[in-house]
């Protein structure tokens, strides 16, 4: 395993556009932080500072800085397909094979590169919430504190999920460009495909299928926390109340997804002669 990420990790890093947009995937999470200082003057009447409102309290802050650190996760899909593309591009691919490397291994390569970096974006919005939650709560008790951590194993399940989708396009279109434009194709195909369910059955039975389709599945692993906030401030709006939380079968079916694009991934190298 170390000896195929080392073996990645030297390419990446010798690619200068793959460094700057490793190095931009992980300073934007730290935007979280200059989120929790925004203040903003209304015409001199009275200054709203984000982080007054509570919502980087424990727990909530879990939730909150995994849903908007999730949004950053595009940087290092291009990354990901990138990867690829340039496997295809310099011809390495085939170099990497001749000089003893299995298919199998290539793709492992691929798959513990993108677990090392996903375990590394979650350490480092566990670092950020915690320093920001143990500066704006009042929480001060253990149990208390770690409350809500869950939504930190969902990001990781998510950002590997959503990178496997990434590389299986990759592998099957072997251009960065295109496996890109068909993650957007493949939101809009669960949209219409939803459209297609919902007119002919019910929308209760199309959005529990539509929780199974792998964006979807993806996407619900963590809710918005909009409504939770709301929920917070406005506790006697019984109409605010939703599921927010982290469910294991949310997790499972994003972990299948994750084992099936891999597998994919791997099978398409193997019958493809290169």
Same mark, same amino acid.
């Given at each position: 395993?170390?000896?195929? *990420?080392?073996?990645?990790?030297?390419?990446? !890093?010798?690619? @200068?556009?793959?460094? %700057?947009?490793?190095?931009?995937?992980?300073? *934007? /999470?730290?935007?979280?932080?200059l989120l929790s200082a925004i203040k903003i003057n209304f015409f001199g009447f009275f200054t709203l500072e984000l982080g007054e409102l509570g919502i980087f309290d424990f727990p909530?802050?879990?939730? $909150? @800085? @995994?849903?908007?650190?999730?949004?950053?996760?595009?940087?290092?899909?291009?990354? %990901? %397909?990138?990867?690829?593309?340039?496997?295809?591009?310099?011809?390495? *691919?085939?170099?990497n094979l001749i000089d003893g490397l299995s298919k199998k291994e290539f793709i492992l390569s691929k798959f513990y590169t993108i677990l090392f970096f996903s375990i590394v974006s979650t350490v480092l919005i566990f670092i950020i919430s915690l320093c920001i939650g143990l500066y704006y709560s009042s929480i001060d008790e253990f149990r208390l504190i770690f409350r809500g951590t869950e939504f930190l194993i969902a990001y990781f399940v998510k950002l590997v999920g959503f990178f496997s989708l990434c590389l299986?396009?990759?592998?099957? !279109?072997?251009?960065?460009?295109? #496996? &890109? =434009?068909?993650?957007?194709?493949?939101?809009?195909?669960?949209? $219409? @495909?939803? =459209? &297609?369910?919902?007119?002919?059955?019910? #929308?209760?039975?199309?959005?529990?299928i539509q929780n199974f389709f792998p964006l979807k599945s993806m996407y619900k692993l963590i809710e918005q926390p909009f409504q939770r906030v709301a929920m917070t401030k406005f506790p006697d709006k019984g109409d605010l109340a939703y599921d927010y939380a982290v469910h294991? /079968?949310?997790? $499972?079916? %994003?972990?299948?997804?994750?084992? !099936?694009?891999?597998? *994919?991934?791997?099978r398409l190298l193997k019958q493809r002669d290169l």
């Open positions: 395993m170390i000896r195929l *990420l080392n073996l990645e990790l030297q390419k990446l !890093l010798t690619n @200068t556009a793959s460094k %700057v947009l490793i190095f931009i995937s992980f300073i *934007l /999470p730290f935007f979280v932080i909530i802050i879990w939730h $909150i @800085t @995994t849903f908007f650190a999730a949004q950053f996760k595009f940087f290092f899909a291009i990354v %990901v %397909v990138s990867m690829i593309g340039n496997e295809y591009s310099n011809k390495t *691919l085939k170099q299986f396009f990759a592998m099957l !279109l072997k251009r960065s460009a295109f #496996a &890109l =434009g068909f993650l957007f194709i493949l939101y809009i195909f669960e949209w $219409i @495909t939803f =459209g &297609l369910i919902t007119w002919k059955f019910d #929308a209760d039975i199309a959005e529990k294991a /079968p949310e997790v $499972i079916i %994003v972990m299948c997804w994750t084992a !099936l694009l891999i597998f *994919l991934s791997y």
